[in-house]
Each structure stands twice: as C-alpha cells, then as structure tokens.
C-alpha cells in the first residue's frame, strides 16, 4: 500500500510536470525540432480530439469541445483469477462560470477492504481571463489532506507564461525550490528560457540553466543553445543546428558539445530525412567518430505515414559493429474512418524468434471521438502470439455546458472549404455586427501554425492562404465572443 501511494503521488508530479512543461515552455514544445536529433517522441497522439483535450484544455484551462471529462478508472487483470480488479481512478469537478478544472481527485481502490481510498488532490486556480495561475497538490494522510507541492504561473499581456515557480509544503509553509521563466520575440516565440534554484542560506534565486533560441521567418527553430550557470558566467553546454526544406520539413540537423578545454563546439550527433514518397521516410542519426574524423551510423528509423500525415509504421534499427543495420523494434498503428488510432502494436526484434510480440493496446471511441476505452495486453512467451490481459481504463464525459461544436456552428453557419484543402482555405460564417473573430491552425504538436484576426461584420469570407503548410491533418478554431468552433483541417 505505502508503495503503491507513493508511486501515485510521483505519477502525479510526474504527469503535473509534463502539462506545465507545455504551458511554460508553450512556443519551445511548440517548435520542438530542435530537440530534433534527442527526440524519443515515437507514439503520437492516439486521436486529434485526444489531442485538443490534452494540449488546449490543460494550456489554459479553455473548453475546447462539446463534451468534457469528468472521470476515468483503470483496473488491473489478475492472471490467477482471470479477473479484473480496481486499481485507481481520477475524477474531476469544474467551476461554474468558465468551465475551468477546479479539481482533480485519485482514489486508490483497497483490495483488502473492497473500498476506495483518498490518495491525491490536485486544486487549480484561474484568473479573470480563465489561465491557469496554480495549482496546488495535495496528499491524503488517513484522516485529511495535507500539502505537497505547488506551482505558481504568471502570464504576458497576450496570455502567453512569463514564469513558473515551484514550491514544497514543509509541514508548516511553502519553501520554493525552481523557477523558470520566459522572453519572446516580436513573434511572440521564446527567445530565452531560463530556470533558477533557491538559495535557503541567502533566501534568494540563483542561476541554474538557459536555453537560447533562433528562428527563421517561418517560425522554425534553427538554433538552440544550452547553458549552465557556474557561479559568475555561463557556460555552454549544448547546441542545435536544424536545417528544414523549402516546404518547411526537418530535413537535417547537427548536435554540438561544448570542450572546455579547447573553448570550442565539437560534433556528436547528426539527424537526417530521407524523403522516399509522400508516405515514406526515413530518419537516419550519426555519431561523429574522433578517431577518423568522421560520421558513422547508429540509428534508423523507417516510418511510413498515412496520405494525411499519420504515422502508422515504424522500424528502429541500430547500426552493429559487422558494418549492417540490426532490426531493434516495430510498431504499427491501425485507424477507424475517423483516423483515431484503434490498435497499436509493439515488437521487438529476437535473434532466435526474430519479431516478438510485446505488447499491444486496443482504444474505442464514442461519435464525438473521445477515447472511451483503453485496453493494454502483453505476451508471456517470446515467438508466440498469447495476449494476457494487462491493464484497462474506463472514461466518462458529460456535456460541456460553455462550448457546444455543433450549437455555435450552427448559430454562425461555418463553412470551410476545400478540406482537403492545397493552397487557399475559404472561410465563410455569419457574425453579429463589429464581431471579433480569430483563426488559429495548430498542428499535431500544438503549434501555431496559422494565426489570422479580424472583425466580422454579418455575413463574412475570408480566403486564407496555408500553401506554407505541411501536409497533413491541423486543428482549426475560431475564436467568437460565445464560444469555440472547433475543426479538422487536411492539408493535402
């Protein structure tokens, strides 16, 4: 029991951590290639509704779709007695004028007592515009709720965050332990992130890490530099160097290390794009090799992705010392009509068996294409097919009272043509008079892509241009004064 609770509470922070790593780093996550050549990120999102929930909702606390969650549970299989037990469950309450999270609940179920358990507690707060200010985490000690951690956020003037600061409970105030904070450019992308550590013995911040970042005209990150405070200057760590094609891919990239001893950027890592077709790639990483002064494989990826962008296959493999590529692992993903993820399938590469089967997990989903349920199996033998049941998870929605797609659609007539579309996307929607309006385009990793204001007057169209756009499938919103209207965009 102790264990499990306290592996609940680090899971907390952990997934805590994760989301407000999004909301500070907000552009970094964003213009993520330049962590291109460390990227590990092999397991997209299993659906753009997923997605939405995940990155918007949690961004700023906005209602982004026409039902919202209010709980989930996951159960684990019991091979002995070929049955399922509860294991925990989180259930979520919101406020009643914006529809932000207020609260978020994990019980751990008790096998022993047949019972539910408080375990933690997470309390958010907003502000007027509805972005998240803190959150509060709190542990249950048997008998009531005591404070864990809290974090605090403060925002610009165009809602983007400024600073993190992350505190501890003592047992009888909060002591802070990190900060970050953010700078933009005239972009609005960070230029500078920097983070600090509490000095108790002089009650003060002190320097710890930065990153300083470049853009092209097209919002891509060029370059990343790392840097570690030493006591009076910074020194280098890292650096980045992304190269993208004229259609605004990652074609190709180069990490540096910093040598302390010769004051210079020496090679350690390259990445490459192959482009075989429009659903074929491959990613190749190098290692640079001192002794001949040369690049030498390590890694390929080859991946093969759906005409709308998806990625549904890929091989890992490993360059050996016999100078050939060695299989590593697989995964393939199969879709629904809707293009959700509905199976996902994990192999590993045997020198007897050859492909193994690992695990595998299947996912259901309900008309409006929320994840409903979530199923994880594994194999007990390596080279045969025996799916055990390992873990399920249950969701639960109910209808968001602040945003409904399908109402504010309706009441300002949004059309959207083409979808797919290539070069010039129309828009047409029927507004109230000197009505604000805004556009954003993200892509599947939360980026804006596209960003258009303007005040409607009536009957409205407007032509904009997404030539500049990968292809690929986008997340459309229109921003009016009643509401959200959300989209899926094509970009063929």
């Known amino acids: 029991m102790k264990t499990k609770f306290l592996f609940l509470i680090v899971l907390s922070l952990l997934v805590s951590s994760t989301i407000n790593a999004q909301i500070v780093n907000n552009f970094v996550e964003a213009n993520h290639d330049c962590y291109r050549?460390?990227?590990?990120?092999?397991?997209?999102?299993?659906?753009?509704?997923?997605?939405t929930i995940q990155y918007l909702k949690t961004l700023k606390g906005l209602p982004t779709g026409n039902l919202r969650k209010?709980?989930?549970?996951?159960?684990?299989?019991?091979?002995?007695?070929?049955?399922?037990?509860y294991d925990d469950s989180l259930s979520l309450s919101y406020d009643t004028q914006n529809g932000n999270v207020l609260t978020e609940l994990f019980l751990e179920y008790n096998q022993d007592s047949s019972a539910w358990f408080n375990s933690f507690l997470r309390e958010n707060t907003y502000n007027t515009n509805g972005w998240l200010i803190q959150k509060i985490g709190k542990i249950w000690n048997g008998t009531s709720w005591i404070n864990s951690y809290k974090e605090n956020f403060n925002f610009n003037a165009q809602g983007l965050v400024v600073e993190k600061v992350y505190y501890e409970w003592n047992g009888s105030e909060w002591l802070p332990i990190n900060r970050i904070t953010n700078t933009y450019n005239s972009n609005q992308w960070v230029d500078t992130l920097m983070t600090f550590i509490w000095d108790n013995l002089n009650s003060q911040w002190i320097f710890d890490k930065r990153n300083i970042y470049q853009y092209d005209a097209h919002g891509n990150c060029t370059e990343l530099i790392t840097q570690r405070w030493i006591g009076s200057y910074w020194l280098n760590e890292l650096k980045f160097i992304t190269f993208y094609t004229a259609d605004n891919q990652f074609h190709y990239g180069y990490k540096y290390f910093w040598n302390t001893v010769s004051n210079s950027w020496n090679n350690s890592h390259?990445?490459?794009?192959?482009?075989?077709?429009?659903?074929?790639?491959?990613?190749?990483?190098?290692?640079?090799?001192?002794?001949?002064?040369?690049?030498?494989?390590?890694?390929?990826?080859?991946?093969?992705?759906?005409?709308?962008?998806?990625?549904?296959?890929?091989?890992?493999?490993?360059?050996?010392?016999?100078?050939?590529?060695?299989?590593?692992?697989?995964?393939?993903?199969?879709?629904?009509?809707?293009?959700?993820?509905?199976?996902?399938?994990?192999?590993?590469?045997?020198?007897?068996?050859g492909w193994i089967f690992i695990n595998k997990e299947l996912f259901t989903f309900n008309n409006d294409n929320y994840l409903?349920?979530?199923?994880?199996?594994?194999?007990?033998?390596?080279?045969?097919?025996?799916?055990?049941?390992?873990?399920?998870?249950?969701?639960?929605?109910?209808?968001?009272?602040?945003?409904?797609?399908?109402?504010?659609?309706?009441?300002?007539?949004?059309?959207?043509?083409?979808?797919?579309?290539?070069?010039?996307?129309?828009?047409?929607?029927?507004?109230?008079?000197?009505?604000?309006?805004?556009?954003?385009?993200y892509n599947?990793?939360?980026?804006?892509?596209?960003?258009?204001?303007?005040?409607?007057?009536?009957?409205?169209?407007?032509i904009m241009d997404v030539s500049n756009l990968l292809p690929g499938t986008y997340f459309l919103q229109i921003k009016t004064i009643h509401g959200f209207i959300n989209n899926k965009l094509i970009k063929s």
């Open 372 to 441: 409903t349920y979530q199923l994880k199996q594994k194999t007990l033998y390596p080279g045969q097919i025996n799916w055990v049941n390992e873990e399920q998870k249950f969701f639960w929605y109910e209808v968001n009272p602040f945003v409904s797609i399908a109402d504010v659609s309706v009441q300002y007539q949004v059309n959207i043509f083409p979808n797919p579309a290539k070069d010039y996307l129309l828009l047409t929607m029927k507004t109230h008079d000197n009505e604000d309006v805004e556009v954003i385009i």
């Open 70 to 85: 209010i709980g989930e549970r996951k159960d684990q299989y019991d091979m002995y007695s070929s049955s399922w037990n």
């Open 444 to 462: 599947l990793n939360g980026a804006i892509v596209y960003n258009t204001k303007f005040t409607s007057i009536g009957q409205t169209t407007r």
């Open 270 to 353: 390259k990445d490459s794009t192959l482009f075989i077709s429009n659903t074929n790639r491959e990613e190749y990483q190098y290692l640079w090799d001192v002794n001949t002064s040369n690049w030498k494989y390590n890694k390929r990826k080859i991946q093969t992705f759906t005409t709308s962008n998806i990625l549904v296959e890929q091989y890992l493999q490993e360059w050996s010392t016999n100078s050939q590529w060695i299989n590593n692992s697989h995964f393939v993903y199969t879709l629904d009509a809707q293009e959700n993820y509905s199976t996902y399938e994990y192999h590993e590469w045997h020198p007897y068996y």
């Open 37 to 51: 050549i460390d990227s590990i990120h092999d397991k997209p999102p299993i659906s753009l509704q997923e997605w």
